[in-house]
């Protein structure tokens, strides 16, 4: 059994470390494309996960709550985006801000249809040295992608639907969000601690759960 714990744990954590390495590295192409060169000239447009790591966002953090059974969110360094590189400001800043999350979607749906083309009978064939590393790499990356596309998505500052709200609202607003900002981090641990991020996240997880399942 306890073999079969640190074998779930190394295969969630290379999981996350995947799913963040491809979130930043989806921002960082997503700044490319619509004119900033700043994350690619810094070598951030890349899949490699040493130059996105966050010690304690990607590695302790994470490390903690997958052997607590906790659900797992994580976090890397974030990617530099200077947004006044892009071509076109407003439409531009929700792109690159929405790639993070559409990135993670994108890994979760995979997941699904990989599951679904898996034949019925194959994981009793395959035994179960191959079928439970199997189900738990697909398994985890279906979960834990599903749970980091909605967490970003959250319009909190400095998570990613936050820079998706302000490339909405009107001019006369960003300035009030903006002074919002530095306390972003407060109003996730308040929410964290009080148990109402876990109620923002619950029902819109089920819902993506239920559409790729």
């Given amino acids: 059994m306890a073999e079969l714990n640190v074998a779930q744990i ?10 963040l390495t491809v979130h930043e590295a989806a921002h960082a192409w997503a700044a490319h494309r619509c004119g900033d ?11 490699n996960p040493l130059v996105h790591i966050d010690i304690v966002g990607t590695v302790v953090f994470p490390l903690m709550a997958i052997a607590t059974s906790v659900p797992v969110i994580g976090w890397a360094k974030p990617v530099p985006v200077n ?20 990135s993670n979607l ?17 994981f009793a064939a395959a035994g179960p040295g191959v079928a439970a590393p199997l189900i738990e790499l697909l ?13 970003n998505m959250l319009p909190i500052p400095p ?11 009107p001019a006369r607003w960003s300035g009030a969000f903006d002074m919002v900002r530095p306390y972003g981090f407060l109003v996730l641990y308040g929410l964290m601690f009080s148990g ?6 619950t029902r819109p997880y089920s ?3 239920s559409w790729l399942l």
């Fill in 106 to 122: 994108l890994l979760a749906a995979v997941a699904a249809v990989v599951i679904r083309m898996i034949p019925s009978g194959f």
């Fill in 207 to 209: 819902m993506v759960m």
């Fill in 10 to 19: 190394f295969i969630a954590f290379l999981v996350l470390l995947f799913s």
């Fill in 139 to 151: 398994g985890r990356m279906l979960e834990m992608n599903v749970l980091l596309a909605i967490f």
């Fill in 159 to 169: 998570l990613d639907g936050s820079g998706v709200l302000e490339g909405v609202l």
């Fill in 83 to 102: 947004l006044l590189q892009l071509r076109h400001y407003r439409r531009d800043s929700i792109l690159v801000a929405a790639a993070g999350p559409a």
């Fill in 37 to 47: 060169e700043t994350a690619r000239l810094m070598g951030r447009m890349t899949l």
């Fill in 196 to 201: 109402w991020l876990a109620v923002l996240i």
